[in-house]
Every structure is written in structure tokens, then in C-alpha cells.
């Protein structure tokens, strides 16, 4: 009788891949990095979408004339002396690395992961020069100084997140941005101002553990109340 034939070699093991270990959603890829003149136009139209905003698009008169040469006059001080915008880009694929030849500052590259796919109506217009990303928000700030502490700090005067951008941790980037930048510094605190209204702004702001100092009131002379008491 014939040899049985010998019995077929077992089946290889399937793989166990773990559930934390396969994609899910969507990657957004973003960086923070130094503004400079050639932002201005998406500056400008930044600053607009805020006006919008806070309501107070009867106070907006700035130009991208007047923020280029203001912003980035000829022979600019160094980046933190003066005023100073970080500008948050965002792409579907990663950001190439850049020197920005800044001995301060580096640009800031961090994914985020998203459940859905962002759908941004005015991608075309915001579209970063030189490649794919588009510009997301901004924040600028400069430096002011603290007499009770002896040192230096930093103001934020704006920050902002065009609306599809909001509530995805990329104002948390800005913010922490500038206020790394400012330990880097061995600057003593930053300080911004919010409308009482914006109460999201606010429990945000509350919770990333930052003060809302309620018995403080911003006084501000502009306009012709500025002319008039220039002559007193």
C-alpha cells in the first residue's frame, strides 16, 4: 500500500496588529514660523476675519501698505525686540524643514490628528507661498516689561484662528508658541487681553491656567482724544 502522504504544513500565524497601532482619521500637518513681508496680504485679510469677529470692523483702517511698513520696515530690528508675528501653516503633507537663520527660534512642526477631514472654502486664498500649505491663524506680540518683577515680557496684541481651524488645539499652539518663547527668553510673563464676552475664550484661557484679572480695565487714548491731549 502506498505512503500516506505527509500532512500539509501548518498555516502561518496571523500577525496580531493592535488597535492603537492603525491609522485612524486624518492627518493635518502644521508649523508656526516667523512672519516676514511677503505674509503681509495674508496678514491683512487675517486681521480683517478678526474685526469680523470681535464686531469691531469700524475700527479697522490698517492696510497692507501700512502693516509692511510698519510690521517690517526697512532694516527691522531682530525678531522679539520689536513686533513680531508667528504665523500657523497647515498642510496635508509634511512641512520640509526650513532656516529661517533665527540664533532664537526654530520653526515648530507638530501633526495633529483629526477625526474628520478639515474643509476649508477659502484654501485658495490663504495658500502659503512656495508650496501647498495654507496660512491657518496668526498671533503677534511684542515686548513689554514688568517694574514689580524687573523683567522683561511679552504682550500679545492679536491672536486668531480662521474658523475652520477653531477647536482643534491649534490656538493652544500659537499661544504656547509664544509663551515658550518667552522662558526661552527668561521673560517674566505674557499678557493679552480678551472681550468679556467671548466666554469660550475666556474658560480656554482660565484652564490653560492663565489669569483673568477682573479688577484691571484697559484705558486707551486714540484718535482725536490723543491729538487733543498731546496740546494739554
Known sequence: MAAAAPPPPPSPTPAIISEDLLPTGYNV???IRLATIV?????????????VFERLTHLFSATESSLSSTLFPENSPPPFTSFTVFLLEVSQTPFPLIDQNYPNFSPIHKTVNLDLPITDPQAESFRSCGNDAVVAGFVLFFPNYSTFLAKPGFYIEDIFVRECYRRKGFGKMLLSAVAAQAAKMGYGRVEWVVLDWNVNAIKFYEEMGAQVMQEWRVCRLTGDALQAFANV
Open 29 to 31: 500637518f502644521s508649523r
Open 39 to 51: 505674509d503681509v496680504p495674508h496678514i491683512h485679510k487675517l486681521i480683517h476675519q478678526m474685526a
